[in-house]
Nanobody, 123 residues
């Protein structure tokens, strides 16, 4: 099983991007999927997590109200809709699986990391 992120790119401040995280032919019905980001010179930061079983979500304070996480019905592709982007959102964005099923924004509980997709927000 592999997770592959896509959808990153260069956008002006105030713009939007939609990231996707695709699980290669596997449906994550039982485990939450998390989105994280890592800016240059900084540690990996939790952005959002979604429960595949009941759709509950959690967001970092820094993105609350601007980002929306979702899953397709088959639970094979997960999306992060990012609106009103800011230069501080510039980072490589990753998705990963929460096998501990804790729905926390702590990267230490996640596994099966994708390769990441870069997002650059210009001012």
């Amino acid at each position: 099983v592999q997770l592959v992120e896509s959808g990153g790119g260069l956008v002006q401040a105030g713009g939007s991007l939609r990231l996707s995280c695709e699980a290669s032919g596997y449906a994550f019905d039982d485990y939450p999927i998390g989105w994280f980001r890592q800016a240059p010179g900084k540690g990996r930061e939790g952005v959002s997590v979604i429960s595949s079983s009941d759709g509950s979500t959690k967001y970092a304070d820094s993105v609350q109200g601007r980002f929306t996480v979702s899953a397709d019905d088959a639970k094979t592709t997960f999306h992060l809709q990012m609106n009103r982007l800011k230069p501080d959102d510039t980072a490589v964005y990753y998705c990963a699986v929460d096998y501990a099923d804790l729905l926390l924004l702590d990267p230490s509980y996640f596994d099966l990391w994708g390769q990441g997709t870069p997002v650059t927000v210009s001012s």
